[in-house]
């Protein structure tokens, strides 16, 4: 059970950092479209793709504290 709990920690991390490095990119490029392209949507939008992210981390730290507590 305890290499379960750090594999879902892992994954937990693996997924922050993709998370930061979409969310990244998808800002800078939806900075550009606005500047040259004449898009119309704010660059807010590119936040909302972390939302997918963020209840996959918090589904992985589930799965740590559950897997550390029964391991115990």
Known sequence: ????????LLIAVILSH???AVVA???CNMEWHI??????????????YSITFLIG???????VF???KKSR
């Open 57 to 63: 981390i918090v589904l992985c730290l589930i799965g």
């Open 66 to 68: 559950y897997f550390k």
């Open 18 to 20: 993709i998370m930061c």
């Open 35 to 48: 500047k040259v392209g004449g898009t119309s949507a704010p660059v807010e939008i590119a936040y909302l």
């Open 25 to 27: 990119y998808n800002y």
């Open 1 to 8: 059970m305890k290499t379960i709990s750090r594999l879902f």
